[in-house]
Nanobody, 122 residues
Framework: QVQLVESGGGLVQAGGSLRLSCAAS????????MGWFRQAPGKEREFVAM????????YYADSVKGRFTISRDNAKNTVYLQMNSLKPEDTAVYYC???????????????WGQGTQVTVFS
């Protein structure tokens, strides 16, 4: 069982930066690939980025590639999402998720956080 709690969301002007954190409980955190997803109002939840259990593999959605960086610290049971050059279209609730497979599909993730709101204004 893994419990996830996101933090770091907020209101930021376009072009600015935010760093999201996702703290995980449980000693099995390092077994899991971790993903970040987001959901904008009226839209489906979409994949943003993922990282393998050891950080050796990373993958980004095209929409955030070059602007966002995912990382993890297994000693701290935490995964991060550094978001730079933010755009209004990045506005969404951001969720972290844990899954045993390094996959993009939402269905591959077993545990989810409650989400943190990111709002980017122009």
């Amino acid at each position: 069982q893994v419990q996830l709690v996101e933090s770091g969301g907020g209101l930021v002007q376009a072009g600015g930066s935010l760093r999201l954190s996702c703290a995980a409980s449980g000693r099995t955190f390092r077994r899991y690939a971790m993903g970040w997803f987001r959901q904008a109002p009226g839209k489906e939840r979409e994949f943003v980025a993922m990282i393998s259990w050891d950080g050796g593999m990373i993958y980004y959605a095209d929409s955030v590639k070059g602007r966002f960086t995912i990382s993890r610290d297994n000693a701290k049971n935490t995964v991060y999402l550094q978001m730079n050059s933010l755009k209004p279209e990045d506005t969404a609730v951001y969720y972290c998720a844990a899954g045993l497979a390094f996959r993009v599909a939402i269905s591959e993730y077993d545990y989810w956080g409650q989400g943190t709101q990111v709002t980017v204004f122009s």
